[in-house]
C-alpha cells in the first residue's frame, strides 16, 4: 500500500513542472520606504501594489533593513515568491530565495529556502533556516481569501538598501504542486529600493525633493520642499499634498494654487507640517497630486520617517561559527538623536537566555547636540557551543517613553 507521503510524491510527479517563465507584470518597478504593520488586517494605503490582479494581488515595500511583502490570494491556494536579491538572473549567484507560504491552522506559514546558482552548472538548494527565522508574518481569512503580510529581514541575504535592485515574481498554485527543479529558470521582473517616485509627470518636467533631514519625531514639525524644473509647455493648476496611510489624520491635507514658475523655468511646493504625538513610528509617503487644464494628473510621491527620539543603531559580529568554549564577543551600539533637543535616558541591553553582558557602561546616557550621536561598546558572554540566531534585546527609557530595538545575531 502507498503511503500518504509517496502518494502525494506520485500525484506530484506526474504533475508538469510549474511554469516560471511568463511575464510578471509590475504595476511600478520604483518601490518606495513604506512602514506596514505586521498584523494580518490591511489598512487604508497601507501597502503599495507591485502586481495588481483580482485575485492574487502582490504588493511590496521596504525600508532600510527590512523587505515587505504581502498580498492576498485564494483559499485553498499557496503562494511561492522568488526573489532574485542582487536584481542579477534568478540562475546566477547565491542571491536566490524562495519563499512559500500556505495557509493552515488560521495563520500563514512560511517556509524558505535558497538557491546558490554560483556553480552555473549545477545551481541547488540549500536550506537556509536563518532566512526562515528572519521573516515575520500575519494574516487573516476573509471570505474572498487568504491575507499575508510579511517582514523580511536581512539576515544571510544581500541588505534592503537605497538603490538596491531586486527581481521579483509571485506564482499562486495548488498545495500538491512542487517546485523541485533547481536548474528551471525563472522570469522575474526588476525592481528598485527607491525614497521617490513620480506617475504621469508632464513632459519636460523634472522634481527633487530637498529634505533638512529625512526624518521627524511625533509633536515636531517637518518641512519637505519639492523642487521642480518645466521646460515643458503644460502648466500646473493645483497641487493636493497629504500624507498616505498611517500618516492621515496626524498630519496636514491641503491644496494649493500651483505657484508660478520662474524665467529659468523653477518653481517649489513647501509641505510643512506637524506630525500628531499619537503619530505610529515607520516610514511614511507624502503624496503630491497636480492637474493641469486639460484634466491630465500627475502624482509624485517621496518617503520620510515617523521616529522615535532616538534610533537604536547595534553592530555585531557577522562571520561567527560555533565554538565548544565559552568566549566573548564585541559589540556596539550607537544612539542616534532624531530631534534638535537634548535627549538623556537609560540605555539597556537584554542578551539572550544564559548570555551575560560585560564591559558596558551606557546605562544613563546624554546626547547635548541636535541630532548628534553617542557610541557605547559592550562585550557579550557567550555561552559555551552555542549556535543558531540569537536576539539581543536594546531598551531605551526617555522619561515615558519606551522603545526597543530587536538585532539579531547568527552563530554557524
Ligand atoms: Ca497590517
Ligand atoms: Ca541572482
Not at 4 to 21: E, N
Not at 173 to 196: C, K, M
Amino acid at each position: 500500500m502507498l503511503s500518504a507521503l509517496a502518494f502525494a510524491c506520485l500525484l506530484a510527479q506526474v504533475r508538469p513542472p510549474l511554469d516560471m517563465s511568463s511575464r510578471y507584470d509590475v504595476v511600478d518597478p520604483n518601490r518606495l520606504a513604506l512602514t506596514p504593520m505586521i498584523d494580518g488586517r490591511f489598512d487604508n494605503e497601507e501597502w503599495d501594489v507591485l502586481h495588481s490582479s483580482p485575485t492574487a494581488p502582490v504588493f511590496l515595500q521596504w525600508e532600510p533593513g527590512t523587505l515587505y511583502l504581502g498580498g492576498k490570494f485564494p483559499v485553498g491556494k499557496d503562494v511561492v515568491f522568488s526573489l532574485d536579491m542582487q536584481g542579477d538572473g534568478w540562475l546566477i549567484g547565491r542571491d536566490n530565495v524562495e519563499v512559500r507560504v500556505v495557509w493552515a491552522d488560521g495563520a500563514p506559514k512560511v517556509s524558505a529556502r535558497m538557491l546558490d546558482a554560483e556553480n552555473r552548472n549545477a545551481p541547488a538548494w540549500i536550506f537556509s533556516p536563518f532566512v526562515e527565522a528572519g521573516i515575520r508574518s500575519a494574516g487573516q481569512l476573509t471570505p474572498e481569501g487568504w491575507n499575508l503580510e510579511m517582514a523580511i529581514q536581512s539576515v544571510d541575504l544581500p541588505p534592503a538598501v537605497l538603490g538596491r535592485t531586486i527581481g521579483i515574481r509571485a506564482d499562486v498554485l495548488d498545495p500538491i504542486d512542487v517546485t523541485v527543479e533547481p536548474y528551471l529558470p525563472r522570469r522575474t521582473s526588476v525592481v528598485a529600493l527607491r525614497w521617490e517616485r513620480s506617475r504621469g509627470l508632464f513632459s519636460g518636467m523634472e522634481w527633487e525633493p530637498e529634505y533638512k533631514v529625512r526624518s521627524v519625531t511625533p509633536g515636531d514639525s517637518i518641512r519637505i520642499r519639492m523642487n521642480f524644473l518645466n521646460r515643458g509647455s503644460t502648466i500646473p493648476l493645483r497641487a493636493q499634498m497629504r500624507t498616505e496611510g498611517f500618516g492621515d489624520g496626524v498630519t496636514k491635507a491641503l491644496t494649493i494654487p500651483f505657484p508660478s514658475f520662474d524665467r529659468k523655468g523653477r518653481a517649489f511646493l513647501d509641505y510643512e507640517t506637524e506630525v500628531g504625538r499619537t503619530a505610529t513610528r515607520g516610514y511614511r509617503v507624502l503624496r503630491v497630486n497636480f492637474n493641469n487644464e486639460e484634466g491630465k494628473e500627475a502624482i509624485i510621491q517621496t518617503s520620510y520617517k515617523v521616529a522615535d527620539s532616538v534610533d537604536i543603531e547595534p553592530t555585531l559580529p557577522g562571520d561567527l561559527v560555533m565554538v565548544p568554549d565559552s568566549r566573548i564577543i564585541r559589540g556596539e551600539v550607537v544612539l542616534r538623536s532624531n530631534t534638535s533637543r537634548r535627549v538623556s535616558g537609560n540605555l539597556e541591553i537584554v542578551p539572550p537566555e544564559n548570555w551575560s553582558v560585560a564591559k558596558f557602561k551606557a546605562n544613563r546616557f546624554t546626547i547635548y547636540h541636535s541630532r548628534s550621536q553617542m557610541k557605547a561598546p559592550f562585550e557579550l558572554i557567550v555561552p559555551q557551543n552555542a549556535r543558531g540566531l540569537f536576539s539581543l534585546r536594546f531598551n531605551v527609557t526617555i522619561g515615558d517613553q519606551k522603545f526597543t530595538r530587536i538585532a539579531q545575531l547568527a552563530i554557524r
